[in-house]
């Protein structure tokens, strides 16, 4: 069995910087994820004149409860969805004036929905090129708060930034919430918003959020549920290997970890303890049907492994993954039909049927950190995969190719 200690989990290391920033006193974030999203996130803070000091498994941050320190700021987000939808928003909360910008990738995401959120919040929001995109200027003045109503349907983050505002406010929140996806990371967002002392109440897919502020504390990051389906993948793919992830088990704040239920559906041997979760192969891997809609990250991870199956893998319900990094579903279709597997593809699903792929092939990763991650996997039985891109890793795994073949060639 090998045991591999993967990152902390972007999701929960940007969630933890915008609380920390927010929080009355300094707050240590203990093994962050160190990556091009999360340095993004903590350079953004500093732009903003938050103090940010970071320690080899230890950021410090101390809290602004008032808002950005900067009256005016310029603020670069690189390729972080969560850096360009959850800066702004905490920025709105100050007083000042700050402009957003992005890489073209991130330039091409959607923002829409959380820029008409925040304007009906009373927000002087304006995108200064395309609308709902970046960049953008926010000339804050505070937010009283109130109530709104919010299609969450393209992305979950919409959501999660309004929430984390909500303690910032004068009167608190208010949101009724008409579609919503991934919704498993909005657990990670309630949790973690009442770890810092926010007072949030759910009913149904209304949200009430009191204006409580929050209180710095210290608080440790688990490792990426997104990032280890890799490593499950793999071991569930290789007969006779196992691999282990520690810290994250029964008590794990991320949805993703629900993809080992996929592995197991499938053949895989899977054990979730208090400390960690196991995967073992056994040498069976069954087609299936599967709603991803709650864990869509992981939709790639399964399409590299499907065609591994002995039957037919159709994932379904993922319409989102069209709008992130890149057009996740057909650059997984187009990367699949390259290797000689057979892809049907709708506008919301995807089905990989049986096949042995075959190379040499170049991976056209279009960019996209996941799209690289998950035919690492495919690769394991199909040699000639190359990556046009393989250094997009950095976004959330840098060390990801060292780490992946070492555990390739563990014994």
Not at 225 to 245: C, H, W
Request: charge should be negative; proline fraction near 6%; aromatic fraction near 6%.
């Amino acid at each position: 069995m090998t045991v591999i200690d993967i990152p902390g989990s972007k999701s929960v290391t940007a969630r933890a910087l915008f609380l920390a920033a927010a929080a009355e006193g300094t707050t240590i974030l203990l093994r962050p994820l160190v990556s091009d999203d999360t340095e993004g996130f903590a350079e953004g803070l500093t732009a903003l004149g938050y103090a940010v000091r970071r320690e080899p498994d230890a950021w410090h941050v101390e809290g602004r409860p008032a808002g950005p320190g900067a009256e005016t700021a310029d603020v670069y987000c690189r390729d972080g969805a969560t850096t360009a939808r959850f800066l702004p928003t905490l920025a709105a909360a100050g007083r000042g004036t700050y402009r957003f910008d992005a890489s073209a990738q991130m330039r091409g995401r959607p923002l829409g929905p959380l820029s008409t959120a925040l304007r009906t919040l009373g927000v002087d929001l304006r995108h200064l090129e395309k609308e709902g995109h970046h960049p953008l200027d926010v000339h804050a003045q505070g937010v009283k708060g109130g109530a709104l109503t919010l299609d969450a349907g393209e992305s979950s983050q919409y959501l999660t930034a309004l929430l984390m505002l909500g303690p910032l406010t004068a009167e608190g929140l208010d949101i009724a919430v008409t579609d919503l996806v991934s919704e498993p990371y909005v657990e990670i967002t309630l949790a973690m918003m009442r770890a810092f002392g926010a007072d949030v109440r759910q009913d149904g897919r209304t949200y009430r959020v009191a204006p409580t502020g929050y209180r710095a504390r210290t608080y440790g990051i688990e490792p990426d549920a997104s990032t280890s389906s890799y490593f499950f993948a793999a071991a569930a793919l290789e007969p006779g290997r196992s691999v282990t992830v520690p810290g994250l088990g029964t008590g794990a704040l991320q949805g993703d970890l629900a993809f080992v239920d996929v592995l197991r559906r499938m053949g895989a041997d899977v054990e979730i303890t208090d400390t960690g979760t196991t995967v073992r192969s056994t040498g069976t891997l069954r087609g299936l049907t599967v709603n991803m809609r709650d864990i869509s990250d992981t939709m790639p991870t399964l399409a590299a492994l499907a065609p591994f199956a002995d039957g037919p893998v159709r994932i379904e319900d993922v319409a989102n993954t069209r709008v992130k990094e890149c057009d996740r579903l057909d650059a997984c279709a187009e990367n699949l039909r390259r290797l000689g597997i057979t892809v049907h593809t709708g506008p919301d699903w995807i089905e990989i049927h049986p096949g042995t792929p075959t190379g040499p092939v170049e991976i056209a990763t279009h960019g996209d950190h996941r799209i690289v991650m998950s035919f690492a996997v495919t690769a394991l039985r199909t040699p000639g995969i190359t990556f046009d891109d393989p250094g997009c890793v950095k976004k959330t795994f840098p060390d990801f190719h060292r780490v992946f073949d070492a555990f390739v060639h563990t014994p």
